[in-house]
Antibody, heavy 119, light 110 residues
Framework: EVLVVESGGGLVQPGGSLRLSCAAS????????MNWVRRAPGKGLEWLSY????????YYADSVKGRFATSRDSAKNSMYLQMNSLRDDDTAVYYC????????????WGQGTTVTVSS | QSALTQPASVSGSPGQSITISCTGT?????????LCWYQHHPGKAPKLIIY???NRPSGVSNRFSGSKSGNTASLTISGLQAEDEADYYC??????????FGGGTRLTVV
């Protein structure tokens, strides 16, 4: 079965850091481009970053550029989101999603991991 | 990065059809056919229901259809069912290598 599973969420103080993981199974994540998306309480989905299957092409939303960094470990079939300088408005459920490779569609999603930024 | 514009809510009765609009600009919907729709039941993983404006992934009901005209895309759900009650999001590629979601539409089946 093709799956992605997020982990690493938790409670962190403003200004702190957190690293999320996205473990893929049933496919090689290095063969696909991958995305991070979040949904804050009471708000809609927000795209955060895109990691190309070449491992070097990376795009970020303006809201996280310079604070968040996406990376991949092919040996662990995993992707990561390093989040620094966290703010209250970063509180959200964070999802990783596989790019289906046809039209930037995200065809496989995880259940998400919750990040709460609060003092 | 401003979101694509969707109505906050729509409603319909079982068996009816509804359409959700998604309005962007020449920098996204108006230029690219990289337009998708997602269904999201809160607490669950979002689900891809339309990609490339009007294509359905394998396993998605043919009650879901998509189209585009100019800067506006549309999702039509026919034969509404109770299980269709969810949040729906459009998403487009935008010039300068970003992706952008719509604000989301809450569908209520009354």
């Amino acid at each position: 079965e093709v799956l992605v599973v997020e982990s690493g969420g938790g409670l962190v103080q403003p200004g702190g850091s957190l690293r999320l993981s996205c473990a893929a199974s049933g496919f090689f994540s290095s063969d696909y481009s991958m995305n991070w998306v979040r949904r804050a309480p009471g708000k809609g989905l927000e795209w955060l970053s895109y990691l190309g299957n070449d491992g070097r092409t990376i795009y970020y939303a303006d809201s996280v550029k310079g604070r968040f960094a996406t990376s991949r470990d092919s040996a662990k079939n995993s992707m990561y989101l390093q989040m620094n300088s966290l703010r209250d408005d970063d509180t959200a459920v964070y999802y990783c999603a596989r790019d289906g490779g046809r039209a930037y569609e995200m065809d496989v999603w995880g259940q998400g991991t919750t990040v709460t930024v609060s003092s | 990065q401003s979101a694509l514009t969707q109505p906050a809510s729509v409603s319909g009765s079982p068996g009816q059809s509804i359409t959700i609009s998604c309005t962007g600009t020449i920098s996204d919907i108006g230029t690219y056919n990289y337009l998708c729709w997602y269904q999201h039941h809160p607490g669950k993983a979002p689900k891809l229901i339309i990609y490339g404006v009007s294509n359905r992934p394998s396993g998605v009901s043919n009650r879901f259809s998509g189209s585009k005209s100019g800067n506006t895309a549309s999702l039509t759900i026919s034969g509404l069912q109770a299980e269709d009650e969810a949040d729906y999001y459009c998403m487009s590629y935008r010039r300068s290598s970003t992706l952008v979601f719509g604000g989301g539409t809450r569908l209520t089946v009354v």
